[in-house]
């Protein structure tokens, strides 16, 4: 089966490398990350396992984003127009514009489903109970 977007797992681990160390910077999402992820190289490996399997449909990764991302308890859905924007910063200056602008429009409709999931978790916990 042809890649949904013919980039190479070598280009998958250079944007997730250089993405992840612009989160660490981030002032936003430093912390979010930090308070989940303390060993980076296997996080880093997993989420490229995650998009070989998305754009090169390789079929080996088997998580659970929306779950892991509703059970982080500090991840809300604003996060992810942040995440978006230090990915598309990195798919540009990684990739040609055309396989940039493919992953970008994958990444986004990912994101936004995962910000959905995220803010429905959101409109919950602000609920009172008032049992």
């Known amino acids: 089966m042809p890649p949904r977007i013919p980039v190479t797992p070598e280009q998958i681990e250079r944007v997730v490398h250089k993405f992840y ?37 390789e079929r080996c990764y088997d998580g659970n984003p929306m779950q892991v991302h509703s059970a982080a308890g500090n991840v809300r859905s604003h996060h992810f127009e942040i995440w978006l924007a230090q990915f598309d910063t990195v798919l540009a200056e990684e990739l040609p514009a055309a396989l940039a602008q493919s992953w ?18 959101d409109a919950t916990e602000q609920v ?4």
Do not use: C, M
Not at 30 to 48: L, M, N, R, S
């Open 128 to 131: 009172p109970h008032l049992g």
């Open 21 to 57: 160390t612009r989160v660490r910077a981030d002032p936003v999402l430093g912390p979010v990350f930090a308070a989940h992820v303390t060993q980076w190289q296997p996080h880093e490996d997993k989420i490229g396992r995650f998009w070989r399997n998305a754009l090169l449909l």
């Open 104 to 121: 970008s429009r994958l990444a986004h409709r990912i994101g936004r489903g995962l910000s959905y999931g995220v803010a429905r978790g």
